[in-house]
């Protein structure tokens, strides 16, 4: 009924609309009201918006980004030369294997201790599985510090390092950390003794000793708290969403007593990135290759809430996509699966190649 053979070149596959609005023009239920749109006889006549972009949608993940500054000639460090972020930067399917150009090394080559799969945002739907193989080029792949952001937002944590953090959970960047300062006070032991910094003292505060003597435990206490106050309060915050941080120095300026340390580790809320954003639908970035992806993400040029969706709306789709001969297919199978194939009754082969087949007569 939905495949019409032997009637010319007609490709098989190619279901006309009139196959699924038989239903979909005028959808009805035994009970209640349908949980779907009930009037739909094309992607042009009666289609509703997509559910991502309807009223009240907006993106649960937590990361804080502002694309519009990310597509603005940016300075990639204080003293570093301006630069003109591509999308292509920072996001990519999967199966695209060229270098990054703001990767570091380092970080990319790194394995954190969080899974991918730990940062994704499941969406629940009933969608039908595609027969079609996977390429690996239909979906942007979640972006990776180490790959997109790494070469121009650094973990440095010291004035004693040039290396960074890991980028991983903060009890592994803690242990990082108090081993770097354990290693350094063992190679430099004469800093236990510490000089009080004059131009630091505020006014009202009592006058504190010229200089103290720590042991080195001391000395690795009261830097490790510094320093990592400087990265939950600024670095960390600056792109993620941190619970249960302590008062830091940057509130009044006042750093801890000698011998004191407060290592309350903060949590890291989950990234919660969307992976795919129309699990009711197929689509292909592959087959848009030839598109500049502001021409369907327009909205990303001037958006500065990391809560904004900014995916194309039904309208941007419908340009290209409607009848006529110099249109895109619009076919409602050109986005939506029907068969079910995660359902398919596997079959017992009956037959034979002729090459196999018994020649005896």
């Known amino acids: 009924m939905c495949h019409s053979e032997h009637r010319g070149r007609i490709n098989i596959s190619a279901v006309s609309d009139r196959a699924c609005d038989e239903c979909h023009a005028d959808l009805k239920t ?41 597509t603005q000639p940016i300075r990639r460090s204080p003293n570093g030369p301006v630069v003109n972020l591509d999308c292509g930067d920072c996001h990519r399917p999967a199966a695209v294997k060229t270098n990054w150009i703001y ?54 944590f010291d004035k004693r390092f040039e290396e960074g953090v890991p980028h991983d959970k903060p009890e592994i960047i803690h242990a990082f950390v108090v081993k770097k300062l354990r290693d350094y ?64 120095a940057g509130n009044d300026g006042a750093m801890p007593a000698s011998g004191t340390t407060s290592h309350a580790l903060p949590e890291v809320e989950k990234s919660n990135t969307v ?9 292909d970035h592959d087959a848009h290759r030839g598109f500049t992806c502001v021409s369907c993400h327009s909205k990303a040029v001037s958006s500065t809430d990391a809560k904004d969706i900014l995916l194309p709306g039904i309208a941007i789709c419908q340009t290209c996509h409607a009848p006529g001969l110099d249109r895109a297919e619009s076919r409602c199978s050109e986005c939506h699966t ?24």
């Not at 969406?123 to 070469?151: D, I, W, Y």
């Not at 505060?205 to 009261?222: D, N, S």
């Not at 795919?276 to 689509?283: G, I, N, T």
């Open 103 to 156: 990767a570091d090394e380092r970080y990319a080559a790194a394995k954190p201790s969080y899974s991918e799969e730990e940062e994704i945002h499941l969406v629940k739907a009933n969608n039908l599985t595609s027969h079609a193989p996977v390429t690996g080029r239909e979906l942007m792949a979640p972006v990776k510090f180490g790959t997109a952001c790494s070469s121009c937002h650094l973990l440095t």
């Open 338 to 361: 029907y068969h079910d194939w995660s359902k398919r009754q596997e079959v017992t082969p009956k037959f034979t190649l002729p090459a196999l087949g018994s020649t005896s007569r």
């Open 275 to 283: 992976a795919r954003w129309m699990p009711h639908a197929k689509f």
């Open 185 to 248: 006070i063992a190679a430099h032991p004469g800093e236990v003794r510490v000089i009080r910094e004059t131009d630091r003292e505020l006014a009202g505060r009592p006058i504190l000793p010229g200089a103290r003597i720590l042991t080195p435990e001391q000395w690795v206490a009261e830097r490790s708290t510094e320093d990592e106050r400087l990265l939950w309060h600024k670095t960390c915050q600056e792109c993620h969403t941190l619970r249960n941080v302590s008062p830091g």
């Open 30 to 70: 035994k009970t209640g009201a349908p949980n779907y749109a009930a009037h739909i006889r094309s992607l042009e006549d009666g289609h509703p918006q997509f559910a991502a972009l309807r009223d009240g949608s907006y993106d649960p993940g937590t990361l804080k980004l502002n694309h519009a500054i990310h």
